[in-house]
Structure formats: C-alpha cells, structure tokens
C-alpha cells in the first residue's frame, strides 16, 4: 500500500524559512518522479517543484524558483522542500504527489497523493 506523510508546515513570518518533509512507504522512490504541489484558499491546486528519479532533473513554478528547493534522500525515503524567502502570498496546504511518468508540474500527471500540510506566511 503506497503512503504519502507530509510534515513540517507550519506558522512563520514573512521572510522566514520552513523545510517540508515527505516520507514515502509501499513506493519505489528511487525509480520515481515526485513532486510538491499547494494549493490556497479557493485557488485551484498549483505545482510548486517535481524531481525526476534519474538523473535527479528539478523542475520549478516560476514563483518558486531561487526561493524553493526540492531535494530526496533514498535512505530515508524522504522528499523534502526548503521554501526561504517566504511570502504571505505561499500560504496555502502543500502537497507531495507521486507517479508521474516524468518530472511533471501538472496535477493529473500524478497517481499518489498525501494529505497535506498546512503553510501560513503572516506579515
């Protein structure tokens, strides 16, 4: 059974910094394409970053990139995004996502979703 936990969200300020973590069971994520996606009060879900298993290509929103960094650790079984440089307008739940046949920043692209975590930027 795949399994998809976030954790690490939170409330920070504006210019601060916070590191989601993602720890994946029951899915190969060494042969996989993961990614993070958020999505904000009554906005539709956008993709944020996606790494591809090999050769560990990044992909980036443009609101992300330079600010966002996605990353895995095989050993762990873990996806992680360092967001710095926070902004209020980055407050949203945030999503891991799994199984996409490429690094991919569109939602229907991915089979395997977690529950989400809850990021709030105050001013």
């Known amino acids: 059974q795949v399994q998809l936990v976030e954790s690490g969200g939170g409330l920070v300020q504006a210019g601060g910094s916070l590191r989601l973590s993602c720890a994946f069971s029951g899915f190969p994520l060494e042969s996989e394409n993961v990614a993070w996606f958020r999505q904000a009060p009554g906005k539709e879900r956008e993709g944020v970053a996606c790494?591809?298993?090999?050769?560990?290509?990044?992909k980036y929103a443009d609101f992300a990139r330079g600010r966002f960094a996605i990353s895995k650790d095989l050993s762990n079984k873990t996806v992680y995004l360092q967001m710095n440089e926070l902004k209020p307008e980055d407050t949203a739940v945030y999503y891991c996502a799994g199984g996409a046949l490429q690094c991919d920043l569109r939602q229907h692209a991915y089979q395997y979703w977690g529950q989400g975590t809850q990021v709030t930027v105050s001013s």
């Open positions: 790494i591809s298993y090999w050769p560990g290509l990044e």
